[in-house]
């Protein structure tokens, strides 16, 4: 809205805690505008009014003049530079700083709120600049305390401090008696340092508690040599088609589901939630449920569902075919936020960027995101992904996997903290061959150590378990190479 300015008359605004005269200083006025009372806050250049913000009795604004070039609001009170200034978010919180302090030290508010709190602070940085030492003080809500971030980024580095405030903004702290607190917040001021940089001073007291082996796996010996699992880790694992990869992961959900008690969401997406359901169940019971052989009964089966069903620790996901990353990956948050889901089980990671143009640029994108889920959300990520068809010796007879054999490897190897691969010859002529895993540790990031690393492990017909074994005599552990490592 533009037109002419409102006239107005200063007075005490009392129910805000201000006085006539810091409202006089400041040129901040009450009038009416179409038959309502309004409060006038006027912004001034050159000693002239440029702009004015209108504020309504229901806390709605409107603006004659034009406020994109007004400046900061009490710009024109305090000269060219000083040795502090404090920078508000809105118009009352300014006045309220300056009232504190016996109106006698600068303070300014930006115009528009958070939302163009960094444009105008950009355009007036130069007159800020000239400022020794410079404070902001926005609101203590999310999108004030966003600005504030952003806002320091602009100032020459150690100049910018951010004031914290135990309410919303410094108008609640005077209204409320608080006013101290105001004073105490700009003395506390701490200067600000970007995200992600941080002192010896700050990682102390975690740096210095105890070390502790984290969440074990199913098999004792992957435990021992990566010392478990860590929340923020991402795993993944390769296998030829039908080794076996699908069935060690539902063996590990329910060592961590029911076994460590742990919370666990399941995106088997070219599996059936009653399949998988099934598989899950087997893998607690002793019995392949899935496989109609007569070797178990109901009761078996409604026992291990009911043992589950009662942890409430596993909760699957029906893709019903669709297997877009931004609809599984919002899942995934909400699972994490709001049920408070620690592990995430993927089956598989090739199917997500299966439609797309670009393979590689969209595993690329997933990958990253998948990292930055699992250090946000402080939650464990296992991903199974697809293996290109090797040189020589197939996966499926053998053939040892490399990092280089996984779909997408350039992505999966720079984000994953463990890569694992599984190797198993299905076309063995000794059946005790055909049931033997290599387990290989093909990245290790956290020590380096496991790299390298094979478990045995063996396969029970009978309970559809895997467990760790010694090799048999005429086991080669070594399987042949196809092609040369290049990770």
């Given at each position: 809205?533009?037109?002419?300015?409102?006239?107005?008359?200063?007075?005490?605004?009392?129910?805000?805690?201000?006085?006539?005269?810091?409202?006089?200083?400041?040129?901040?006025?009450?009038?009416?505008?179409?038959?309502?009372?309004?409060?006038?806050?006027?912004?001034?250049?050159?000693?002239?009014?440029?702009?004015?913000?209108?504020?309504?009795?229901?806390?709605?604004?409107?603006?004659?003049?034009?406020?994109?070039?007004?400046?900061?609001?009490?710009?024109?009170?305090?000269?060219?530079?000083?040795?502090?200034?404090?920078?508000?978010?809105?118009?009352?919180?300014?006045?309220?700083?300056?009232?504190?302090?016996?109106?006698?030290?600068?303070?300014?508010?930006?115009?528009?709120?958070?939302?163009?709190?960094?444009?105008?602070?950009?355009?007036?940085?130069?007159?800020?600049?000239?400022?020794?030492?410079?404070?902001?003080?926005?609101?203590?809500?999310?999108?004030?305390?966003?600005?504030?971030?952003?806002?320091?980024?602009?100032?020459?580095?150690?100049?910018?401090?951010?004031?914290?405030?135990?309410?919303k903004d410094a108008n609640e702290m005077l209204a409320k008696g608080k006013a101290r607190g105001i004073i105490d917040a700009i003395w506390n001021a701490k200067v600000f340092r970007p995200d992600g940089i941080v002192t010896f001073a700050d990682l102390r007291e975690r740096a210095l508690a105890p070390i502790e082996v984290g969440l074990p796996w199913f098999l004792p010996?992957?435990?021992?040599?990566?010392?478990?699992?860590?929340?923020?880790?991402?795993?993944?694992?390769?296998?030829?088609?039908?080794?076996?990869?699908?069935?060690?992961?539902?063996?590990?959900?329910?060592?961590?589901?029911?076994?460590?008690?742990?919370?666990?969401?399941?995106?088997?997406?070219?599996?059936?939630?009653?399949?998988?359901?099934?598989?899950?169940?087997?893998?607690?019971?002793?019995?392949?449920?899935?496989?109609?052989?007569?070797?178990?009964?109901?009761?078996?089966?409604?026992?291990?569902?009911?043992?589950?069903?009662?942890?409430?620790?596993?909760?699957?996901?029906?893709?019903?075919?669709?297997?877009?990353?931004?609809?599984?990956?919002?899942?995934?948050?909400?699972?994490?936020?709001?049920?408070?889901?620690?592990?995430?089980?993927?089956?598989?990671?090739?199917?997500?960027?299966?439609?797309?143009?670009?393979?590689?640029?969209?595993?690329e994108k997933i990958m990253e995101e998948i990292a930055s889920f699992a250090k946000q959300y402080n939650v464990c990520f296992y991903g199974i992904s697809h293996l290109a068809t090797p040189e020589g010796k197939p996966h499926e007879e053998g053939g040892r996997v490399m990092i280089r054999h996984f779909k997408g490897s350039r992505a999966i190897g720079f984000w994953s903290?463990?890569?694992?691969?599984?190797?198993?010859?299905?076309?063995?002529?000794?059946?005790?061959?055909?049931?033997?895993?290599?387990?290989?540790?093909?990245?290790?990031?956290?020590?380096?150590?496991?790299?390298?690393?094979?478990?045995?492990?063996?396969?029970?017909?009978?309970?559809?378990?895997?467990?760790?074994?010694?090799?048999?005599?005429?086991?080669?552990?070594?399987?042949?190479?196809?092609?040369?490592?290049?990770?």
């Open positions: 809205m533009s037109g002419e300015f409102l006239t107005g008359q200063t007075q005490a605004l009392t129910k805000r805690g201000l006085s006539e005269e810091t409202c006089a200083k400041f040129n901040y006025t009450v009038g009416e505008h179409n038959g309502k009372p309004v409060q006038i806050a006027n912004y001034r250049r050159e000693g002239e009014i440029v702009a004015q913000k209108v504020r309504y009795p229901d806390k709605t604004f409107s603006v004659r003049g034009k406020l994109k070039n007004a400046g900061l609001f009490g710009q024109h009170l305090w000269g060219e530079g000083g040795r502090k200034i404090v920078i508000t978010e809105g118009e009352l919180d300014c006045l309220s700083v300056s009232q504190v302090q016996d109106n006698k030290w600068p303070v300014v508010s930006i115009p528009n709120g958070a939302d163009g709190a960094k444009k105008t602070v950009a355009q007036e940085l130069e007159w800020l600049e000239k400022f020794d030492e410079v404070i902001l003080m926005f609101d203590m809500d999310e999108p004030g305390q966003s600005a504030a971030q952003e806002c320091a980024l602009l100032f020459t580095p150690g100049k910018c401090k951010i004031a914290h405030l135990p309410l010996k992957l435990t021992e040599i990566t010392f478990g699992r860590r929340y923020g880790e991402v795993y993944f694992f390769g296998a030829g088609t039908g080794v076996g990869k699908t069935d060690w992961f539902t063996q590990e959900i329910v060592n961590t589901a029911v076994t460590l008690n742990e919370k666990c969401a399941v995106f088997y997406l070219e599996q059936s939630p009653v399949e998988t359901a099934k598989r899950i169940a087997g893998k607690l019971g002793g019995r392949r449920f899935h496989v109609p052989d007569g070797t178990w009964t109901l009761e078996e089966l409604e026992a291990a569902f009911d043992e589950i069903q009662a942890s409430t620790n596993v909760v699957m996901y029906d893709s019903f075919g669709a297997t877009e990353w931004d609809v599984i990956h919002a899942k995934m948050k909400y699972l994490a936020t709001a049920e408070g889901v620690k592990h995430f089980f993927l089956d598989h990671l090739t199917a997500l960027a299966a439609a797309e143009e670009d393979e590689r640029k969209a595993l903290h463990y890569m694992f691969g599984l190797e198993r010859d299905q076309q063995a002529e000794d059946e005790t061959l055909r049931q033997i895993t290599t387990f290989r540790v093909l990245k290790d990031r956290f020590t380096g150590q496991a790299t390298g690393i094979t478990i045995l492990m063996g396969y029970e017909t009978d309970t559809g378990r895997l467990f760790e074994r010694e090799p048999p005599p005429m086991f080669d552990e070594e399987p042949e190479v196809s092609g040369k490592q290049d990770f």
